[in-house]
């Protein structure tokens, strides 16, 4: 969800000696401090004044943009956070960078030198030991798939289950879990191989994709049905999750189209539709590659226990299945009544994921992009990519309200078409994906180094990412492909400015 340890946010100084000015003042004198005084002083990468003379096109994230022009685009901070809000966000900050080691067996009453001596429960199984280690700098994965294998990228595997559904494969977790504590064993070592596939565009400029083949070694439990389906997963950037949770349920499923009768590509869109997993009501998914998740609360509280095995009080038992002894064996580092992950951390990480800005738009005077904003247009890619949204008026915090934003998603689920198919996930059949938010997008290679898309980093550009479009966005990419050259360079550079 953010940098590692060593790379560290470039601003985090400016935040921590604002968080203390904040304290001093309290929360109506740090707004008034930071509003009138903080940006003509050089405080801060956000000054407050570029809202106020930006063209609003710039404006991504509505009042949570921000202009912050550095190496971590992805983890700035809302601007002028009230002082608990700064609070909290340094301190999510914090667990999201930090490093969790194995359990030893004692809860946090148990450690007579108090809570500080606690070790964290990572594990026994697990697919990374920090959010970050997913999401460097709140981004994409760091070396994602270096030398074959999975570098904060995972596998899901599905099976039949004989009603017409599905199931984790016998014997694993629909997760496969490729690294373990001392003393357990993986579920798995997976490796990914490449496959090219050359293609050429009417007006024979030639191109490359690649298609991952997933190979699974030393698997644990016996091997895998003939009939599962197994799919690559990689950490999307995290910024603007405040925002979209913000965004009003029926504001979201009136773009519901699930037989694509008002669409002239037929493009449908359907919304999933999840179990909350702490009141088990049937709630709208908005988060993850699926929309599975419903919530940012949900959605850090899974992802601690699926990717890194933390216990918390919305999964307080363990993550090892029953037959799995040397799991079930290991020490944990808390229990039912005190999980390894507690309510403090997890209402900590919740609020760092909501008060991530989203980086400002970019280029509005470059006309190359303006005509690649109009071919983005014309083509029909804003048909699911939407580009304009409004938050909710009746959200709780009343700075997410009434936000107008330009997130470019619908937040449903599309079929992108066979060559996208992985496994199914809740009412998400095995091609259908959450429309991605597009926001920020052009800054992947500043903020990680490289760029790769999709959900398993099978694109090494933004123009191959087009390219695997297929399914209900099958015209919009034909009609991509019938551009001229120059167009087609034209609508990337757009992209870029995002």
Request: hydrophobic share 35%.
């Amino acid at each position: 969800m953010s940098s590692s340890p060593g790379a560290g946010h470039a601003p985090r100084w400016r935040r921590f000696t604002g968080a203390l000015l904040a304290a001093s003042l309290g929360a109506l004198g740090w707004s008034v401090w930071s509003t009138q005084y903080a940006w003509r002083a050089g405080w801060g990468d956000e000054p407050m004044a570029q809202h106020a003379a930006a063209d609003p096109r710039a404006l991504s994230g509505g009042d949570l943009t921000s202009f912050h022009a550095g190496f971590e685009p992805f983890g700035q901070a809302a601007d002028n956070l009230p002082w608990r809000w700064a609070e909290r966000f340094e301190e999510g900050d914090g667990l999201f960078d930090k490093r969790f080691v194995p359990g030893d067996g004692l809860s946090a009453s148990q450690v007579k030198d108090g809570p500080g001596q606690r070790r964290t429960g990572l594990g026994p199984l697990y697919n990374a030991d920090a959010c970050s280690a997913c999401h460097l700098r709140d981004g994409r994965p760091p070396r994602p798939h270096e030398g074959g294998a999975l570098q904060g990228l995972f596998v899901r595997a599905s099976v039949p289950d004989g009603r017409g559904g599905w199931q984790a494969a016998p014997g694993y977790a629909s997760q496969l879990r490729d690294k373990a504590v001392a003393g357990v064993r993986p579920e798995a070592r997976p490796r990914v191989e490449w496959q090219e596939e050359p293609g050429r565009y009417p007006d024979g400029q030639p191109y490359r994709l690649r298609r991952p083949r997933i190979v699974l070694e030393e698997l644990a439990y016996g091997a895998l049905p003939p009939d599962a389906l197994l799919e690559i997963r990689s950490a999307p950037p995290v910024h603007g999750g405040g925002l979209l949770e913000a965004l009003d349920a029926r504001d979201i499923l009136a773009r519901e189209d699930p037989e694509g009768r008002r669409d002239p590509d037929g493009v449908s869109g359907r919304a999933q539709w999840v179990a909350d997993p702490e009141t088990g009501e049937r709630v709208l998914g908005r988060f993850s590659l699926k929309a599975n998740q419903p919530s940012l609360r949900a959605q850090a509280a899974g992802a601690a226990f699926d990717d890194m095995g933390l216990t918390s009080p919305v999964h307080p038992r363990p993550s090892c299945l029953a037959h799995q002894h040397d799991c079930l064996a290991a020490p944990h580092g808390g229990t039912e009544a005190e999980p390894e992950l507690s309510e403090a951390q997890l209402q900590a990480l919740t609020d760092y994921l909501r008060w991530l800005a989203v980086p400002a738009r970019r280029g509005l005077d470059d006309a190359l992009a303006l005509q690649g904003e109009r071919l983005f247009a014309q083509i029909r890619c804003s048909a699911c990519h939407v580009p304009e949204m409004v938050t909710g008026g009746g959200h709780p915090i009343a700075r997410l309200r009434g936000q107008r934003i330009r997130p470019y998603t619908d937040l449903l689920l599309h079929d992108m078409g066979p060559g996208l198919a992985g496994r199914p996930d809740g009412v998400a059949g095995a091609a259908e994906w959450r429309t991605a938010p597009l926001w920020g997008i052009g800054l992947s290679a500043r903020s990680q180094g490289y760029q790769r898309f999709l959900h398993d980093q099978r694109a090494r550009s933004l123009e191959e990412a087009v390219l695997w479009h297929g399914g209900e966005a099958e015209p919009a990419r034909r009609r991509f492909m019938n551009l001229t050259h120059d167009e087609r360079q034209a609508l990337i550079r757009f992209l870029e400015t995002l």
